[in-house]
């Protein structure tokens, strides 16, 4: 669906003259590489690859990266995040960003004394995953961690598949200005 999308919506920004067609080649190269390294996430929705203006952002559940409640990326994880890696590497033309996000429902008593509310858990997710693609030969000068708590939902968080959409990390690849 988010294809069927995509390429029309490209075309017209590139036709309509707010990227160039070299921009949109690129762009294109990665979320290809991008959506055949993840098939398998993205065919069973765990993963969404969308191409938004001048950046292509990658969106994976927090189950798909993290224990419940946890902030320490798991080995599954791990996984996902290795399929990346080398599309991350090649378009040294782009900002990383890496940003995380849960619901509205307060840091159990067992964690918080590590995360005083959600804001610090989203924001330690994040940083794990840039620490990690670091790990991984992602260029740090690059990379970015931000962190949203429960303040930017996709969805309601009145029921618990909104609660689950809400609960994400976001991998945006965006251009680098030139000064």
Known sequence: MIRKIAIPLLTAVAI???VTQKQYDRDMGAERQLNQQLSAEVQADRVKITQLNDRLRVTM????????GGWEIHSNGKSVLDKIVPALQKTTDRRVEVEGYTDNVPIGAHLQHRFPSNWELSASRAAE???YLQKKGVDPSRLTAAGHGEYQPVASNATPV???QNRRTDIDLVPILKQ
Do not use: A, Y
């Open 61 to 68: 559940e927090d189950e798909l990266l993290f224990s419940e």
């Open 16 to 18: 309509s003259g707010c």
């Open 129 to 131: 995953v840039v620490k």
């Open 162 to 164: 909104g609660r689950q």
